[in-house]
């Protein structure tokens, strides 16, 4: 789209929620506008703003930008990462796009493994921005914006995670007013649709409340959509079912059979650009497809556990301030060792599961922990991982440059506030966003995350910690908003993950699967893993001995991309 002139041009992914405002306002400025299109607010912002319009956008993003006269490109993602941007430099050329199967479709951009994201990617589950799993091609960062210019290109910040921007000391009476104004506010924006609008509905206290919100805030029955599995542990469709009853939503619900996941694993590369070992990927794109359906728009609630602190390991944090207080010989010899031995078992998050992954981070310091907790290999075990002449090339004192160069900015920060800062730039940004975006946008599905519209992030962000964990009750305030709105087992139940019984499946029905995924010619001929320490890993878990399905899964989905992509 282009300015009267045509010296503005700008190609533009995402939703611009503020842009009937923008659009107001430019009017009254002189600017004339010949579409309904939000996109067309970006080019006239820009003609007022240049650079500095990237702050008055409120929404979800990747734009680039061309002004002719400037002879000046502008890359620009959207404030905490809910659209992706890729680009690469060399030779004078910017090649840049939403997806990295776009920019190797350039017959000069090269395909060659970055061996320092393969060793993030093992560990955290997902090569972290701003690197990709190919050298020299990059992510842009939320929040920042590239400008190309003489050949030349530099990467500015234009916002940044904050716990400053409402210093007030409020009363609970007013931070739950506020609370309720800014999130209604959000799902308000999110509603606003010219094509069927739904919400996806896991009967979780997030997901629950913006159904609530929207209900209210809509004149007739908002759909929600849910989808539920035959193994029970894994199952929360139960409460999906009493969140639709309660909200009188028009509610549709799938119960997968395990042929719907297991048939949709091989392809998983088709759509998936980098390697991405969240198993959560698989349902994502089943509840997309399933709700794709019925509507074109969806509301999830991505961003409420980063947020108000409602992962375990915020809990598992303040257990380990009085675990270490344990002299270390008891923890050492006695404690680990127990741990260690007890019998695995492959349901959902099982106690055994738990606490292996919980003295599995011990020895590392606080920041670090959270990405042991959550990932999959640990560094140690990269030296038997890879063959010789890969781990020979690996820095290994790179491996947490990224979340040592975030820590920079907020190192003045309270440890809860360093974890929450984190849990936004990492998991959410790399993990969390990309397995959403990746998975509803393969089959033609919008959605809108109202828990990350910015000045909604900034008001939480500045709450003090007691109200989003108090001692070990995770999102306190949010809890107290919502406690006289929806029934109480929803508000206060578990965090359950929306997890895939994979420790089960790798054992029976991907059996064959894996087994040729991992097979000692092609991992041989492929040169980047030990064979036998994998061999050994397989043989652990199909014994029941121990309980391998993070690191083979990750291992797995590694394979299955390399095969598409290499």
Request: charged share 30%; proline share 4%; net charge neutral.
């Amino acid at each position: 789209m282009t300015n009267e002139d045509k010296t503005i041009w700008v190609v533009f992914n995402g939703e611009i929620y503020n842009f009937q405002e923008l659009k107001e306002k430019l009017e009254k400025q002189g600017h004339q506008f010949k579409t309904k299109s939000d996109t067309e607010a970006i080019v006239h912002l820009y003609e007022e703003k240049e650079e500095e319009f990237l702050e008055e956008l409120n929404g979800m993003f990747a734009i680039a930008l061309w002004d002719e006269k400037k002879e000046k490109l502008i890359l620009a993602r959207d404030r905490l990462g809910e659209k992706p941007l890729y680009y690469v430099v060399f030779n004078q050329n910017l090649v840049f796009g939403s997806e990295l199967k776009a920019l190797l479709a350039h017959p000069l951009v090269k395909k060659e493994l970055d061996l320092g994201s393969l060793a993030k990617y093992l560990i955290y589950e997902y090569a972290p921005a701003p690197h990709s799993i190919l050298k020299d091609i990059y992510k842009l960062c939320p929040g920042e914006y590239l400008v190309y210019k003489n050949n030349q290109a530099s990467v500015k910040k234009y916002w940044e995670i904050s716990f400053d921007k409402n210093p007030e000391n409020l009363t609970k009476d007013e931070y739950l007013g506020e609370l309720e104004k800014r999130l209604e506010g959000a799902v308000k924006k999110r509603l606003v649709a010219d094509v069927p609008l739904g919400i996806f509905l896991s009967g979780g206290l997030d997901s629950t409340s913006l159904a609530y919100f929207a209900q209210k805030n809509s004149s007739k029955r908002i759909k929600t959509f849910s989808i539920g599995f035959v193994d029970r542990s894994f199952d929360e469709s139960e409460y999906a079912r009493q969140a639709a009853r309660f909200l009188k939503t028009e509610h549709y619900e799938k119960i997968l059979e395990p042929k719907d996941c297991l048939n949709l694993i091989p392809q998983i590369a088709d759509f998936l650009d980098e390697p991405l070992a969240d198993a959560s990927l698989v349902p994502t794109y089943l509840l997309s497809q399933f709700t794709r359906e019925k509507v074109t728009v969806a509301l999830g609630g991505d961003g409420g556990d980063e947020l108000f602190m409602g992962y375990p390991t915020f809990q598992a944090y303040r257990l380990d301030r009085i675990y270490q207080k344990i002299p270390s010989w008891l923890r050492n010899y006695f404690i680990q060792p127990l741990i260690k031995n007890l019998p695995p078992s492959f349901n959902n998050i099982s106690f055994d599961f738990r606490l292996k992954r919980f003295i599995a981070g011990s020895s590392f310091r606080p920041e670090i922990k959270n990405q042991i907790w959550l990932g999959s290999f640990e560094p140690a075990q990269l030296r038997d991982l890879l063959a010789p002449s890969i781990y020979q090339q690996i820095k290994l004192n790179k491996i947490f440059e990224d979340i040592e160069n975030y820590l920079e900015g907020v190192k003045s920060k309270s440890i809860e506030n360093r974890l929450i800062y984190l849990y936004l730039k990492n998991y959410l940004q790399d993990d969390i966003l990309v397995k959403t975006d990746r998975a509803s946008m393969a089959v033609g599905l919008e959605v809108r995350a109202p828990f990350l519209d910015y000045t909604l992030v900034d008001f939480i962000n500045s709450l003090p910690t007691e109200y989003k964990l108090r001692g070990f009750k995770t999102k306190y305030l949010f809890k107290e908003l919502m406690k006289n709105k929806l029934p109480q087992n929803i508000v206060y139940r578990p965090k359950k993950g929306f997890g895939l019984p994979i420790a089960k499946w790798l054992k029976n029905d991907l059996k064959v699967f894996v087994l040729d995924s991992f097979s000692e010619s092609k991992i041989k001929r492929e040169g980047i893993f030990n064979f036998n320490y994998i061999k050994n890993l397989l043989q652990e878990h199909f014994s029941g001995q121990k309980d391998n399905r993070k690191v083979l899964w990750t291992l797995l989905i590694f394979e299955i991309w390399l095969e598409k992509w290499r």
